[in-house]
């Protein structure tokens, strides 16, 4: 347990916030402990994975647990499919490396995504065509008010875009401790109907691709397009890609002819990135927070030095103007704390 911590590590947008107790926990046990230790205290907790997804705009009062339970074991199902089952401290991108390896076929889309493996389903995480929701089975988590180990399946999940139960009543109630997911052993499906990956492929000259080529592919088009954390501090795409109803959509399509839209239904998904870039915002800086130049959606850590509420209020003024360009209002992705 250490006292007046750092939390500038342990969160891929670098910004410096102190943590009044912090701990790193390995197993069960340690967790449960962790978790005594700030009721018998009354302190609020703060469980981190990766870091990748949250924005710390001032000191924490309270408990950060870093989660580090680690082990993957698998369970073959029939001739084709496996279980594979993951601890929650076990590096995501490293599971898909690892069932890759193996040949496991199903989250190789998911290749290269911050971030850990017990954080995946908070955000059902996604990308190039593949959500983990395609393939999850279940995941066992902590309640943290009564210490029992629940099990949540597919349903109980209750997975959206870049939404589940756990973002919402779920909500600092449960600890995610291990996630299992339904993988290929042969006959894989490969998703290649997302544009940018059969470019991809066609560049690399691959006709007939393996999920390692998928794989290849996608880490090729991320490196090509996001900003890679360990040189300019982010957490990926800021804000959610706003939902419109169609009628709103259909008006806003008479004032901006090339407004861009995903019809589902009686709604439109509309590229929060466009919006955003309509209004100016584009490789922006402001002090020391900035949108990423190549991606709009992307708040950086331009200077290195930006605090939380410095990233919070520049993304507070890029709500506000889209919100009067487009009357729409966005929704931001990642976790203020
Ligand atoms: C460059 C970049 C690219 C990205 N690209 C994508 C993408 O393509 N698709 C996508 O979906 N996301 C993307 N992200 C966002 C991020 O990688 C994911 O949301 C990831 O799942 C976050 O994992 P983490 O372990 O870092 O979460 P953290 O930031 O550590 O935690 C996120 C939230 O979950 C809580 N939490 C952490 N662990 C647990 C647990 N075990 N149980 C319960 N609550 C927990 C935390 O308290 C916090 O509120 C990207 C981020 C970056 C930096």
């Known amino acids: 347990m250490q006292e007046h911590f750092s939390l500038k590590p342990y969160n891929t947008f670098g910004v410096e916030a102190k943590s009044r107790y912090f701990t790193e926990v390995y197993d069960l046990e340690a967790l449960k402990d962790a978790i005594s230790f700030s009721k018998s205290r009354h302190l609020n907790m703060l469980f981190l994975g990766g870091g990748s997804n949250i924005l710390l705009t001032q000191d924490f009062d309270g408990l950060a647990i870093k989660l580090n339970l680690k082990g993957i074991s698998e369970e073959i199902l029939n001739e084709n499919e496996i279980l594979v089952t993951a601890k929650a401290g076990e590096n995501w991108h490293e599971l898909v490396l690892h069932c890759l390896g193996k040949n496991y076929g199903g989250l190789e889309n998911l290749s290269l995504i911050p971030g850990n493996v017990g954080t995946s ?177 992307v708040i950086v850590n331009a200077t290195g030095n930006a605090t939380g509420k410095e990233i919070f209020d520049f993304s507070a003024m890029i709500i506000d103007s889209v919100k009067e360009k487009f009357g729409i209002e966005l929704e931001r992705e990642v976790n203020v704390v």
């Open 121 to 297: 389903p908070m955000q059902n995480i996604g990308a190039y065509g593949t959500e983990i929701k395609d393939i999850f089975v279940e995941c066992k988590v902590l309640n943290l008010e009564t210490l029992d180990i629940e099990t949540f399946d597919l349903e109980k999940c209750r997975f959206g875009y870049r939404d589940s139960i756990f973002k919402q009543e779920g909500k600092r109630k449960y600890i995610i401790l291990e996630v299992t997911f339904r993988l290929t052993r042969k006959d894989h499906l490969i998703k290649t109907e997302y544009g940018a990956i059969k470019n991809e492929l066609e560049q690399l000259g691959i006709q007939h691709p393996t999920i390692q080529d998928i794989s290849k592919a996608v880490i090729n088009i991320r490196k090509s397009k996001l900003p890679d954390p360990k040189i300019i501090g982010n957490a990926g795409s800021f804000f959610k890609n706003p939902t419109i109803p169609l009628i709103q959509f259909e008006r806003l399509q008479q004032k901006f002819e090339n407004i861009q839209g995903y019809p589902n239904g009686n709604s439109v998904k509309v590229p929060a990135g466009w919006l955003i870039e309509q209004c100016g915002w584009k490789g922006k800086q402001i002090g020391n927070a900035a949108s990423h130049q190549l991606q709009a959606l």
